[in-house]
């Protein structure tokens, strides 16, 4: 019992980071480019989910679906299923400047149901609404003081997208889910072989309990290899992450 409990403060570590965002409306119109991506996520050698993600973008907008599920031991005993979308513009000058416009967000599990809804205009939250209430939190910071944050799904798909040599292993996100901040910083890259290891960094900056969260940095690893399709391309192999109570990793299988 102890482990399924472990095993369930990891997912919550995990959904604050990555994955409470929102519910897409897919409009497939226009000339967009498609990425999919489905991962395995497992720690200390146990599969607990997966996670699976469609991504379509042209220069100027972007829209990301996606849906995460327990697995094995975990989705026996907590059923937890996340469908979530975000839709948003890219910056004119770095096609890696993702703005979001509006994340929308469905989670479940065995023990409840929750909705979520947050909107941006000029690079800030200007609705933010959890149904049938936020979870409670008393060092949740106030959303609408924040600006040139990006929604947890969002850099989820910075992270994991197509990228050319020169963009491997660079960039620094602010992320928000609505109550909290945390920073995702690319620092060093390693070759090895015909492989590139981009390692980073989560810090938890505000929002979080200190007492639950003494360590406040977590190291992050991106596996990427050369596409098969175009060889100016590197696409992610895999990840991992370190999290208050272990390495998970993340083994993509599409």
């Known amino acids: 019992m102890c482990r399924y409990i ?22 497939s119109s226009g000339a967009f480019l498609a990425e999919e991506f489905s991962f395995k996520l497992s720690t200390k050698g146990i599969t607990f989910a997966s996670f699976q993600m469609t ?3 042209d220069p100027r907008t972007y829209r990301i679906s996606s849906v995460f599920e327990s697995s094995g031991i975990l989705g026996a005993f907590t059923r937890i299923r996340i469908v979530s979308g975000a839709h948003g513009k890219i910056g004119t000058n770095d096609n890696l400047d993702f703005r979001p416009l509006e994340v929308l967000s469905k989670w ?16 800030k939250i200007i609705y933010y ?7 409670k939190n008393l060092y949740a910071i106030d959303p609408f003081t924040l600006k040139g944050v990006i929604d ?3 850099v989820t798909f910075w992270m994991l997208k197509n990228r050319t040599f020169n963009q491997l292993c660079r960039g620094k996100k602010l992320v928000s889910e609505g109550q909290s901040v945390i920073s995702v910083h690319f620092q060093n890259k390693k070759e090895t072989d015909d492989l590139i290891h981009c390692q980073g960094q989560f810090k938890f900056l505000k929002g979080f309990d ?22 100016n391309i590197w696409t992610v192999k895999s990840m991992s992450f370190d999290t208050r109570i272990g390495l998970v990793k993340a083994l993509r299988n599409r």
Request: hydrophobic fraction near 35%.
């Open 6 to 27: 472990k095993l369930r403060l990891l997912i919550s570590d995990i959904l604050k980071v990555y994955f409470q965002a929102g519910l897409l409306y897919f409009l």
């Open 55 to 57: 991504a379509k973008n």
């Open 108 to 123: 479940q599990s065995l023990i409840n149901k929750k909705q979520s809804k947050i909107r941006y205009k000029d690079n």
């Open 129 to 135: 609404e959890v149904l049938p209430k936020a979870r």
């Open 152 to 154: 947890p799904l969002t």
């Open 210 to 231: 200190p007492n639950k969260y003494k360590k406040t940095n977590y190291s992050f690893n991106l596996t990427y290899e050369k596409s098969k399709q175009n060889l």
